[in-house]
């Protein structure tokens, strides 16, 4: 989007956001400036309690495991 691109409103809507790395920080920013309210979560806690402090919504749970189990036979 470029300067003069409007923004998409995302008021009222509530977002859960998984990754808080390189590109899921700047992404969740972006979509709290377009008015969402965002629950975030990573695997890493500093960058959900930096996020928590301006006002996105720390997940009370852990992001799910990429790993599924094994059943067992």
Excluded: H, N, Q
Aim: hydrophobic fraction near 40%; charged fraction near 20%.
């Amino acid at each position: 989007m470029t300067e003069d691109t409007p923004r998409p409103d995302l008021a009222g809507r509530r977002i859960g956001f998984i990754g808080l790395g390189l590109m899921g920080k700047p992404m969740a920013r972006a979509l709290a400036r377009a008015g969402a309210e965002l629950v975030v979560t990573s695997r890493s806690p500093g960058p959900v309690a930096e996020l928590a402090a301006e006002g996105m919504i720390a997940a009370t749970g852990p992001p799910p495991s990429p790993v599924r189990p094994t059943p067992s036979s």
